[in-house]
């Protein structure tokens, strides 16, 4: 791609950074879905619910359980996943619903 230095890519993809996080649509929440049947009990997607401060994962036999109250649907267990195991689910709820 003839790029010979980091020099040559600073700041290539300022023009895809938006200015405000205004556009982003905060009010809802996806559930992720966990397939337990691929899932190894490694209990990485419990770590980082709790690393993020959520603790919307509890374990139950080296099985991850979903605490929907609790969930915001950030996706950053299915991001550590590394069976694969987690995906979008089918619920989503409105959270202002809750908070109105
Ligand atoms: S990160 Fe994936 S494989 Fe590991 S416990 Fe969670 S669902 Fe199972
Ligand atoms: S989507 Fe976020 S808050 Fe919900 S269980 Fe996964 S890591 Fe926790």
Redesign the pocket.
Known sequence: MGIKSVKDIIGAALDSVSDTTDVLERDSVLFPA?DLD?????????ISCNDGGHQAIRFDD?K?KLNGSKCVGCHL?RL????D??MAGKKRINRTADTK
């Open positions: 966990f691929k899932c190894n009990g490694c209990g990485r997607c419990v080296r991850p267990c550590v996943c590394p069976g195991a987690i």
